[in-house]
């Protein structure tokens, strides 16, 4: 297991320096944003992901940087 999640998104730096000393390789922290190559993968962002398909379709339509 090489990824990390923080507990309810909280972290600073002292608890980055642990999650690279226990191993993990990235971790997500709770801020809704897409990533690029250049971002620390210690802090990476992310989207909400719905449980329904319609939910899912939703999100995809108000969340992509992409218009139809």
């Not at 922290?29 to 992310?46: A, E, N």
């Not at 319609?54 to 992509?64: I, M, R």
Request: charged letters at 15%.
């Amino acid at each position: 297991m090489t990824a990390f999640a923080y507990p309810f998104g909280r972290y600073n730096p002292h608890t980055i320096d642990l999650v690279k000393a226990a191993g993990y390789t990235t971790a997500r922290i709770i801020r809704w944003g897409s990533c690029h190559t250049k971002d620390d993968l210690l802090t990476l962002t992310g989207y909400l992901v719905p449980n329904s398909l319609e939910g899912f379709l939703t999100a995809l339509k108000f969340q992509s940087p992409f218009p139809d």
